[in-house]
């Protein structure tokens, strides 16, 4: 989306296709008609994503006003439509209110009512239940999974939690240290991790029967951005690295039918209930 300056930003290299588009092609003006109208974003933490000074209601309207010509009265039907659709209860009331007079859920739901609201098609959401606890972390996830549908739209959510993942998501990329380390559908990745990483983070949920002792950990510390290894970034905790992993990145490689996976040893690790042995 571009939302880091440059500079001090810099996007070295690639490309950013959207609809057939790079997106790192385009002038300020066009990316920013693009921005927040066809791909809108709902950020991590409601409190300090929308402005403490002014009712939230304005807030949804400015991004109508930016991207639509439209009359006042219009833009504040189109926001308690909006809130309405996205569970906030009595919109015509909150429509005044401040940021903290809402809880954490339903300023989450401002947000996505802001995200929403030029009809986008494509929504990033970037860890939107982080901040929430786990009952309205729930109502959210369901109501993404409604949106998407009623709005027919491309959702792209940034995770860390691999339960929202098999929530709402049909295709998963696993990243490690700004790498894709494995790309699949969700079936692939939850049946058959094939990327030690993966397999690691699945099995460090707990589960209700799991006891403490057999969840599994991930040696040592993510690698520092400015230093990462030369060849396969997990390398320095990978109990599987062998002497090509340090010296060279492991290419991405189809494994099976919409499966792949960037890592040397894939064929010869097999898994088990817990653990993960070399063959
Ligand atoms: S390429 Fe090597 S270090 Fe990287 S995940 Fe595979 S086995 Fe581990």
Not at 60 to 70: D, G, S, Y
Not at 105 to 129: F, S, V, W, Y
Not at 157 to 170: F, K, P
Request: a negative charge; hydrophobic letters at 40%.
């Amino acid at each position: 989306m571009r939302l880091i300056p440059s500079p001090p930003g810099r996007i070295s290299t690639g490309e950013v296709l959207f609809e057939g588009k790079n997106l790192l092609k385009l002038s300020a003006k066009e990316m920013q008609n693009i921005r927040g109208k066809d791909i809108a974003m709902v950020f991590q933490e409601p409190m300090t994503s929308l402005n403490p000074v002014f009712p939230v209601g304005d807030q949804i309207a400015e991004v109508l006003f930016t991207h639509e010509k439209i009359s006042s009265h219009r833009a504040m039907q189109r926001v308690l439509e909006m809130m309405k659709l996205v569970g906030i209860p009595a919109p015509a009331e909150r429509y005044f209110q401040y940021p903290h007079q809402l809880s954490g859920g339903m300023r989450q739901r401002i947000l996505i009512a802001m995200g929403l609201i030029c009809n986008p098609k494509l929504l990033i959401a970037d860890e939107p239940t982080t901040a929430l606890d786990v009952t309205v972390q729930a109502q959210i996830l369901e109501l993404f999974r409604n949106l998407q549908q009623h709005f027919d739209m491309g959702l792209l959510m940034i995770t860390h939690n691999l339960g929202i993942i098999a929530e709402v998501a049909d295709e998963v990329a696993v990243m490690y240290a700004a790498k894709i380390v494995e790309h699949g559908t969700i079936d692939n990745i939850f049946a058959r991790p094939l990327h030690p990483y993966t397999f690691a983070l699945l099995k460090s949920i707990p589960k209700l029967n799991t006891s403490k002792s057999s969840l599994v950990t991930i040696p040592g510390n993510v690698p520092n951005p400015l230093d990462y290894p030369v060849g396969c970034h997990f390398c320095t905790r990978c109990p599987y690295a062998v002497e090509v992993c340090f010296v060279q990145p492991p290419p991405m490689t189809n494994a099976t039918d919409g499966h792949s996976v960037a890592c040397w040893c894939w064929e010869n690790i097999e898994l088990d209930e817990n653990h993960l042995t070399v063959k």
